[in-house]
């Protein structure tokens, strides 16, 4: 590792804490932007006058808008996320059990996504223009065309309900096996598998197409290299850059993207946690998921670019 | 089964080779065109045959049939490729495969873009040796140094744990001459091996795939425009012309007697007489004392260069790539603003930057490029994009107009039906002609010529120079007139600036920067320019002073 991209790395990850710090400010503005505040939330319709001033008073509501955003700053800095309105819970507490269910499930879609996305990326340039290319490519978008519920819903018709194969509803708790885990997240994970399918499959493909006009790739092919050797040993790792930002941007989505599917399956993870606050008007756990959301998207995006800057030889290997 | 086919000592024999390919052009069906008629060579073992041609006489494709490949849907319909005594049309995918990489090699163009980015040169270079099974990894890197150290690469041991971006052009060529040799072919396809390289490091590379050719007593077939390159390392010539072969002969006989018009053509196209104008007592454009360097870098790419131009002259700037050629055009049109030094124009400093300059100082100097295809907007007519200048600089319109791109249609020997036509319906020369006329509609003092004839075939570039001459003698305009080859110089230009690493090392009056006595640097370039004479390129490394900067 030489000081070039020590540099570079660094830069990337000074702007991702720089955004970080926008996306807290502007999450806290439009949760002030809404009408009303937390002490009528709390207080509801019984509320009169006084019984609101005072617990303004008590929540600090009368201070400034820039000192509350720097209480709650600190208080997320040091881990403590605040306290749920509607529950009085600790948001931290609860919400470390959500993040490890959606991180499970999130993984275990990735493990079997990621990796099947490039080999038929790579199928497909390998049989390009021919029927093999053309029926990977028509399976992936109609996948992803289809919206999320409606592959879900049709997973749980057949697996659940018709054969029963899988259980339709993924509940999961603390101390489950790992192998009944499984079996619950299976229906998930495998809608979560064929909504971001396609995206990867198809840059995938279009990154390799695009270095397949290489003059590299035709020495590759003088040599008597099998069509998809060229493409796995001299294409594939000059393309790797494009197909990184899309597999992480797509990471991220079954992080953050999961809202939907986790409701269908009332799976308890970030994105049900998320939806029944919201119709709560929890503004504390809106704001908290919001950032951790958008923590895991800077930081996976950070990843991906860092991840470009290493691929990269002439970068990695200065003269 | 087809050994009967086979003459003794015969690696290749190539019969009545048809090679097509499917055109679309645009707007019309999609049609056959036969790039390749009929053409048939053999070649023993251990000889080389130069196949000389311009762009679209079919060399390259030739060339690579040897390999059964066609590159970009390109068929071979026709004859019969018979190699090592088999024809290797019959074999089929596999028998290819087998084929490439272990009998029949290739050599490409640009070696820079035809290395792996993504791999170290070693494993590149014994790739298609461990494919094949011909030796074990070890045998096969030993190989491959033993190659480096023949193709006087400088650290043979430790150059191939490098990348190709950390490797010189012209060292990045010998490697990939040492990656053909390392699987022990019985024929080498050499396609332009030293075009893209400067005429010094050219004269290197050179000698080194000759003394390789030599000692592994390798076939091969060197495909070149270039016949005084080709007359250098070859036994036997072949001259074709839009796929069809004109005239096959020995080496001497080609260059010495030829009994064709076109390669007589070929052989004598390099001289235009241009009797040198005497500078003028005022030049219009003075550059004095110029350091530029890019970004902050602390590398200056100009250093203290100091150049006047004369009304109605040419100044040549000549060096090899990374001597600060354009960068001094760059310098002088403001698209690079210089660190120190001015530019003078009519007696009047000229602004530094682009952005300060009026309009009437940007429309006395314009510039005409290397690839004029990508110079010009693809989605624009020839007559909009001549016209474009006399909108923006005199605010004709209209039928005054189209009137005067008629004119300067004419005047580079275009007609008027021209107008209505594409970028993409013309020839390389005909677009670079378009080029000139955009840059004489703004009727400038000075047009900068970067590399104009670089890029095009010897007697289309021939033309050009004639037609810049003529355009000069009507216009009275200047030329700055970048090049890279001496020859290109010698016709065209009235004094000359010889530059080296940022620096100019010589500068005069054509006539005396061409007289001995010579700096070691001019020397160098004025000796590396290949002569169409057998036993010129031993001559010249024989006789060199100084090594090139490209090692």
């Known amino acids: 590792m030489s000081s070039p991209i020590l540099k570079l790395i660094a830069q990337r990850v000074a702007l991702g804490i720089l955004l970080l710090l926008a996306v807290s400010v502007l999450i806290f503005a439009g949760t002030q932007i809404l009408p009303g505040d937390v002490a009528q939330a709390i207080l509801g319709q019984s509320a009169t006058p006084e019984s609101l001033a005072n617990l303004r008073e008590q929540l600090g509501l009368n201070e400034p808008a820039y000192i509350r955003y720097f209480h709650w700053l600190g208080g ?49 340039v390998r049989y390009r223009n021919g029927w093999v290319d053309k029926l990977i490519s028509g399976l992936a978008l109609a996948s992803t065309s289809f919206p999320e519920f409606f592959i879900g819903y049709v997973l749980v018709y057949f697996f659940a309900v018709k054969w029963q194969i899988f259980p339709g509803i993924s509940t999961v708790y603390d101390g489950m096996p790992f192998g009944e885990r499984m079996q619950a997240i299976t229906l998930p994970a495998t809608a979560l598998t064929l909504v ?7 840059m995938t493909r279009a990154a390799i197409l695009n270095v397949m ?29 494009p197909i990184i930002n899309v597999v992480m941007l797509n990471l991220a989505y079954l992080i953050v993207g999961v809202v939907v599917v986790e409701v269908i399956f009332v799976y308890p993870g970030m994105g049900q946690y998320l939806v029944d606050h919201v119709t709560k008007r929890d503004v504390p756990v809106v704001q908290a998921v919001g950032l951790i959301f958008a923590a895991v998207y800077i930081s996976l995006n950070i990843i991906a670019d860092i991840a470009a800057i290493v691929a990269n030889p002439r970068l990695r290997h200065p003269k | ?65 040897s390999m059964g490949y066609g590159r970009g849907g390109v068929r071979i319909t026709g004859g019969e490729v018979i190699l090592n005594g088999r024809d290797i049309l019959k074999g089929g995918k596999d028998g290819f495969r087998k084929l490439r990489g272990r009998e029949v090699c290739y050599v490409a163009q640009s070696a820079a873009a035809a290395f792996n980015p993504a791999h170290r040169l070693m494993d590149q270079v014994v790739e298609a040796t461990l494919l094949h099974g011909t030796a074990t990894r070890a045998e096969a890197e030993k190989r491959a140094v033993a190659l480096f150290r023949k193709l006087s690469l400088p650290n043979p041991e430790t150059i191939g744990e490098r990348f190709p971006h950390q490797v010189s052009g012209g060292q990045l060529q010998r490697v990939m001459t040492a990656m053909a040799l390392c699987s022990e072919p019985d024929l080498i396809v050499f396609d332009e091996p030293t075009t893209a390289l400067d005429v010094t490091t050219q004269i290197d590379v050179l000698a080194a795939i000759k003394d390789a050719i030599r000692d592994t007593h390798v076939a091969a077939l060197y495909i070149t425009h270039d016949l005084a390159v080709v007359a250098q390392v070859s036994d036997e010539i072949m001259v074709l012309r839009h796929g069809r072969l004109v005239e096959w002969g020995g080496t001497r006989q080609i260059i010495k007697e030829p009994r064709q018009e076109y390669t007589n053509a070929l052989v004598s196209v390099h001289e235009i007489e241009h009797a040198e104008q005497k500078p003028g007592t005022t030049p219009f454009l003075s550059v004095k004392n110029v350091t530029a360097a890019y970004g902050r870098s602390h590398i200056k790419v100009l250093k203290n260069v100091s150049v006047d131009i004369y009304p109605g002259q040419t100044l040549a700037v000549v060096g090899e790539s990374g001597s600060g050629k354009s960068t001094l055009a760059r310098a002088i049109t403001g698209l690079l603003p210089p660190e120190e030094g001015t530019v003078t124009f009519d007696g009047r400093p000229l602004a530094n930057r682009l952005a300060d300059r009026p309009k009437e100082d940007l429309r006395q100097l314009q510039m005409i490029y290397q690839m004029a295809d990508v110079a010009m907007n693809p989605r624009q007519t020839v007559g909009t994009i001549i016209g474009r200048p006399l909108e923006f600089y005199f605010g004709i319109r209209g039928r005054e107009r189209d009137r005067r791109v008629a004119e300067l249609l004419d005047k580079i020997e275009m007609g008027k039906g021209f107008s209505d036509r594409y970028p993409a319906e013309l020839s390389g020369g005909q677009k670079q002609r378009v080029c000139i006329a955009r840059s004489l509609a703004a009727k400038p003092k000075l047009i900068i010529c970067d590399e104009v004839t670089s890029a095009l075939d010897p007697l289309v570039a021939h033309g050009i120079l004639e037609l810049l001459l003529e355009l000069q003698k009507e216009e009275n305009v200047a030329y700055l007139f970048i ?69």
């Open chain 1, 196 to 202: 971001v399918l396609a995206h990867m499959m198809r």
């Open chain 1, 76 to 124: 997320v800095v040091t881990g403590d996320l605040g306290t749920a309105m509607s529950s009085g819970q600790d948001i931290a507490t609860s919400i470390k059990g959500r993040l490890w269910n959606t991180l499970f499930l999130a993984f275990w879609a990735a493990i079997v996504a990621v990796p099947l996305a490039i080999i038929l990326g790579l199928i497909a």
């Open chain 1, 213 to 241: 006009q290489s003059a590299y790739v035709e020495t590759a092919e003088l040599k008597g290299l099998s069509a998809f050797n060229v493409i796995r040993k001299h294409a594939f790792p000059n393309a790797i850059a």
């Open chain 2, 1 to 65: 089964m087809a050994e009967s086919k086979a003459k003794p000592g015969v690696l290749l024999d190539i019969r009545n080779l048809r090679i097509e390919a499917t055109v679309f052009p645009p707007g019309e069906p999609p049609k056959n065109i036969v790039l390749v008629h009929d053409v048939s060579l053999t070649l023993e073992k251990g000889k080389v045959l130069g196949l000389i041609g311009e762009s679209g006489a079919g060399k390259s494709t030739i060339g690579l049939s």
């Open chain 2, 483 to 551: 090049t890279h080859d001496l020859a290109t110089v010698k016709s065209i230009a009235d004094s000359i600036a010889v530059m080296y690493r940022g620096e100019v090392v010589r500068y005069g009056p054509k006539s005396k920067v061409l007289a001995p006595p010579f700096d070691a640097y001019t020397d160098l370039l004025l000796s590396s320019v290949p002569e169409m004479e057998i036993g010129w390129l031993e001559k010249a490394i024989k006789g060199r002073r100084m090594a090139s900067a490209g090692n």
